[in-house]
C-alpha cells in the first residue's frame, strides 16, 4: 500500500518561512507528477504547485515568485519551499503523487499556519 508522509508544517509569522517535504513509500514505482494543495477553513481544495517527473513546474497566481517546487526522484520525494508567507497562506497542505498508471495518492496533510 502506497504511503505518503508529510512533514514541516508550522507555526510561522508574516514574513517567514518554512518547508514542507512528502516523502512516498517504496511501493510506489514510478511517479509521473509530484504536487502540493491546499485547503483554507471553509474553501475548496485547491492546486498550489505541480512538477513532473521532466522537472516541469506549476506554479498558483497566488504563490509565483513565493514558492518553489522540486523533487528528488531516488528519494520519491517532494519538496514545497516557501518564503516570504502571507495570513492568505494558511491551509492544510496536502501531497499528491500520480504513478504512471494515472492513479492518485495523497498525503494526510500538514498545517500551515501564519500569523500576522
Known amino acids: 500500500q502506497v504511503q505518503l508522509v508529510e512533514s514541516g508544517g508550522g507555526l510561522v509569522q508574516a514574513g517567514g518561512s518554512l518547508r514542507l517535504s512528502c516523502a512516498a513509500s517504496?511501493?510506489?514505482?514510478?511517479?509521473?507528477?509530484m504536487g502540493w494543495y491546499r485547503q483554507a477553513p471553509g474553501s475548496q481544495r485547491e492546486s498550489v504547485a505541480t512538477?513532473?517527473?521532466?522537472?516541469?513546474?506549476n506554479y498558483a497566481d497566488s504563490v509565483k515568485g513565493r514558492f518553489t517546487i522540486s523533487r528528488d526522484n531516488a528519494k520519491k520525494t517532494v519538496y514545497l519551499q516557501m518564503n516570504d508567507l502571507e495570513p492568505e497562506d494558511t491551509a492544510v497542505y496536502y501531497c499528491?503523487?500520480?504513478?504512471?498508471?494515472?492513479?492518485?495518492?495523497w498525503g494526510k496533510g500538514t498545517l500551515v499556519t501564519v500569523s500576522a
Open positions: 517504496r511501493t510506489i514505482f514510478v511517479i509521473r507528477t
Open positions: 512538477i513532473t517527473s521532466g522537472g516541469r513546474t
Open positions: 499528491k503523487l500520480t504513478n504512471i498508471d494515472g492513479m492518485d495518492y
